[in-house]
């Protein structure tokens, strides 16, 4: 499998292939590298690189990954084919934005009508005790925000619609 991804709008591509059972070879360019995980919890893995054993935890919301590998922040895009290609979108589609996990609304930044640009801010979800900013996966206006400052909400709730 080919993956690429960008981590401060620097692509990075990997190829990977498993051999065995939580077990990968992962080449990045010409470099191969070993890799054995195993996972704690649903987002928490454990991952041993050629020897070396990395704790990392993966938080998603529409546009990005938040990835923590052994405490440290590693902001990872998620590019619509439209972006990889480097071509404009046609028209913007209405998009519902929902929570992939449960966790506590902090913060609203947005209200509904306000113009909006692709990676802004909207909200701030509170989950498992770690504050993640939900941002717009593209350029538009918000037309329904589905919860409040203060509510609760469980995987898969509507945190927000843009289009």
């Known amino acids: 499998m080919n993956l690429s991804f960008w981590v401060n709008n620097k692509e990075y591509k990997l190829k990977v292939k498993e051999y065995q059972k939580n077990s990968i070879h992962v080449w990045v360019g010409e470099r191969k590298y070993n ?15 050629e020897g070396k054993v990395y704790e990392t935890m993966i938080h998603s919301n529409a546009v990005s990954h938040s990835v923590y590998v ?12 439209n972006q ?49 900013e939900i941002k717009s996966p593209q350029a538009g206006r918000i037309t329904k925000l ?12 509507l945190l927000f619609t843009v289009e």
Do not use: C, H
Not at 146 to 157: K, L, Y
């Open 35 to 49: 890799v054995e995980a195993e996972y704690l919890k649903p987002n928490v893995l454990l991952l041993n690189v």
């Open 84 to 132: 990889i290609l480097g071509k404009q979108a046609g028209k913007t589609r209405k998009k519902d934005i929902k929570t992939s996990m449960p966790g506590k609304i902090v913060k609203v930044l947005m209200e509904e009508g306000t113009e909006v640009q692709e990676g802004q801010a909207v909200l701030i979800l509170e989950a498992m005790k770690m504050q993640n």
């Open 70 to 81: 052994n405490g440290l922040r590693f902001d990872v895009q998620k590019k619509s084919l």
């Open 146 to 157: 589905g919860s409040r400052a203060g509510d609760s909400v469980e995987a898969g709730a």
